[in-house]
């Protein structure tokens, strides 16, 4: 069974720092582009950061603050977010692309097919 579960959300003031993870399960795990959403309530859902072997992508607003990465070994991505700021809570969910082999350019939910629980960021100013 693929799965997907995220772990390591919370509540933090502005300015501080929280690190997600996922762990996946049921398929090749370093054969998939990976990435981390976000959606706030009564707003869409947004890419915030991908990755696939050395190829990283991050949302114009996450840049220089948020860092993604995985351990294929353990099976396992990241996302340590440092600098946060109000407009950045919401749900966080990590996602496995459709298509192993590559990861395109960042943020169409509907090309990810394999979604995880989600994890609330709560941030407080």
């Known amino acids: 069974q693929v799965q997907l579960v995220e772990s390591g959300g919370g509540s933090v003031q502005a300015g501080g720092s929280l690190r997600l993870s996922c762990v996946a399960s049921g398929y090749t795990y370093s054969s998939y582009c990976m990435g981390w959403f976000r959606q706030a309530p009564g707003k869409e859902r947004e890419g915030v950061a991908s990755i696939y072997a050395d190829t990283t992508r991050y949302a114009d607003s996450v840049k220089g603050r948020f860092t993604i990465s995985r351990n294929n070994a353990e099976k396992a991505l990241y996302l340590q977010m440092n600098s946060l700021k109000p407009e950045d809570a919401g749900m966080y969910y990590c996602?496995?692309?459709?298509?192993?082999?590559?990861?395109?350019?960042?943020?169409?939910?509907?090309?990810?097919?394999?979604w995880g629980q989600g994890t609330q960021v709560t941030v407080s100013s």
């Open positions: 996602a496995r692309l459709r298509w192993p082999g590559y990861c395109p350019p960042l943020g169409i939910p509907a090309e990810y097919n394999v």
